[in-house]
Each structure stands twice: as structure tokens, then as C-alpha cells.
């Protein structure tokens, strides 16, 4: 809001362990959370109180969330505290 | 800054992941807004696209023939719906609402917010 723009880039890389994962979003205080694994490395995490769908792949993750903007950033820091970061 | 052999250098840090022989993890999110709003598609996608390129002028802007708009190559806003309601898909990588956030005006912490 102070009409600056930040391009600092922060680098992620690693894949996402799916129990660190969960854990992490019980912390930020998700309460109801199911897990599918769907093969070849791929985990749908079901958020279904917050209309939240994440799918977790190799290098990719697609959070498709509905909800309010401080869902996402809960689960953004839970996935950032997964993830290796320069 | 990355050591190769005896020397030190300063490199690109995407660069540094693919010398490492890293991939970078995408992080990207999708949300679905609706709108009541009249009209066709098409005029609910032009006010967007205004308003996106208004807003956002330090970033590239393109709207494509099949109506969704591009920002950066990393935000895609796609409108479908009936005359009656419409619903405006948004997908954004996480760096770039990184970025987007600080120039909104109202302090809106994510595009969807501060676009509708």
C-alpha cells in the first residue's frame, strides 16, 4: 500500500512431506483434514471446513481455495515451513 | 553466492538451483469469486481488464481472444457465467502476490480483492 514493488524472489525447492505438512496446518489451527494419495507422488490435502482443496506434486503445489485471504496465508506458511527456501 | 572449486561467485539464485541441479517448487493458488453482475461475459472481462491495467501498470497486461487476461505470465483471470451471475476464476503464483500486494491501494492483500 505504499506504491512500492517489492521484486525480491524467494526460491523454493523440495517436495512437500505430506505428514511435516499436516502437522504444520494443525498448528495454524486447520482442524478437519484429509489426505488422499493419488499416486506417482501426488497428495490431495482436503480442507473441507474452508472450502480448500491442495494438491501436492513434485515440484508443484495448486492450492484452490475459495475462502477467506487469511486461509491462504495459513496454509502458505504452513507449506513454507516445508519447503527449502534461498 | 556459490563456490565453485577455489573461486566464489555471485550468480542468479535460479541459476545457482539449476547449477545444483535443483528444480524450483511452484507454489500456486486459485480462487473463484462471484458476481452478480448483468451483462455478458465479455463486458464483465473488459471492466477487469481495465481496471487490471490501470492498476497495475508496472506489469505486463495481455487479454487473449478467449477472454482471460494475463498479468506477469504468472496471474490468469478467466470469467465464464450467464447473463445473470458470473463467476471470476483467479490463479496467481505465490511470488507474484508478493508483488501485486504492495501496489494495491487499498492495502488488499490479494489481486482478487483488490481487482472486483
Redesign the interface.
Known sequence: ????????????????NIPAFVEALTKNGFVDIKVEDTGEGCTIVDLPNDDTLIQVE?????????GE?TV??KI?DA?LKC?KK? | LVMKGTKLQLVDPGLALKDLGLEEHNLRFTSTVMLEEEGQTTQTADRIYQLVKTNLKEFPVSYSSDGSISISDSVLVQVSGDEESKSVLVSWSHQVIKSICKISSDGSISISDSVL
Not at chain 1, 513434485?58 to 475459495?66: A, G, L, S
Open positions: 500500500s505504499d506504491g512500492t514493488v517489492n521484486r525480491q524472489k524467494t526460491y523454493m525447492w523440495g517436495n512437500v513434485p515440484d508443484n503445489t495448486h492450492i484452490i481455495c475459495n485471504e491462504r496465508i502458505r507449506l519447503l534461498i
